[in-house]
């Protein structure tokens, strides 16, 4: 019985740290994505300034 709940607590351990480290990385890239767009935006703003 305990060697059942020790895999059972190990198992769910690793898929808390794998879905904790998925949750970082989504994280990240939608920073990323972000900044991205803040530029992209800035570049539609400098470019269309005439007629706004």
């Known amino acids: 019985m305990i ?14 740290l794998c879905l904790t480290g ?4 989504a994280f990240i ?3 990323r994505l972000a900044r991205k767009g803040i ?3 800035d570049l539609w703003i400098d470019k269309n300034k ?3």
């Open 22 to 25: 998925i949750t970082v990385y």
């Open 3 to 16: 060697g059942l709940r020790f895999i059972w607590v190990a198992i769910n351990l690793v898929l808390l």
């Open 50 to 52: 005439d007629t706004l």
């Open 29 to 31: 890239l939608f920073i």
């Open 39 to 41: 530029v992209a935006l």
